[in-house]
């Protein structure tokens, strides 16, 4: 049974930064792609970036890119959102998420109903 467990929110001021955690367990297979997403009051779910397990591709959405990195450990399983620079219109629930991949290409594409496995959230507030 696969697990993610997010860690990390919390309240920070504009400009300030967050490391938001996600550790993964109980994958059999390295072929998976996990995603970080955001969903803020009132809008549709964002995924904000990629890393695909095989190969250890990652990518990082243009809307954040410059602000936001990512990086896995593979000795811990943890996937790491590195959030910086941060501003107001980042406010939203973060989510982690994982599922199946053929290849990189296919976790590129994915979208929110391509991953099967979700974790609990981490709210993330930014204030002026």
């Known amino acids: 049974q696969v697990q993610l467990v997010e860690s990390g929110g919390g309240s920070v001021q504009a400009g300030g930064s967050l490391r938001l955690s996600c550790t993964a367990s109980g994958f059999t297979y390295i072929r998976y792609c996990m995603g970080w997403f955001r969903q803020a009051p009132g809008k549709e779910r964002e995924k904000i970036a990629h890393?695909?397990?095989?190969?250890?591709?990652?990518r990082v959405a243009d809307s954040v890119k410059g602000r936001f990195t990512i990086a896995h450990d593979n000795a811990k399983s943890t996937l790491y959102l590195d959030l910086n620079s941060l501003k107001p219109e980042d406010t939203a629930m973060y989510y982690c998420a994982a599922g199946r991949a053929v290849d990189y290409v296919t976790c590129s594409k994915s979208t929110r109903t391509d991953f099967g496995y979700w974790g609990q959230g981490t709210q993330v507030t930014v204030s002026e």
């Open positions: 890393f695909y397990r095989n190969t250890g591709s990652i």
